[in-house]
């Protein structure tokens, strides 16, 4: 065998089985399809590196929450 998972003569076969399951008219189709989720899927993943990390915050440090008569809130976090 040879030493990576794609080679070409797999490829073709591959591309030859999706062109006799989906016919010629609907492969552009499905090729869009994985390019738009492909590019949407880096995006989402770029936007997240961008985010700065927090750092996490003690709970006993955050002001108690009050409800609108002022009293603390009783329901459970």
Do not use: C, N, W, Y
């Amino acid at each position: 065998m040879g030493e990576g998972l794609f080679q070409p003569t797999h490829l073709l076969i591959i591309f030859v089985i999706a062109l006799l399951v989906f016919g010629p008219k609907k492969l552009p189709e499905l090729g869009k399809g994985l390019g738009e989720a492909i590019r949407g899927f880096k995006d989402a993943f770029k936007s997240s590196d961008a985010i700065p990390p927090t750092k996490p915050t003690d709970s006993k440090a955050l002001p108690e929450a009050k409800g609108s008569t002022g009293e603390p809130s009783t329901r459970a976090p």
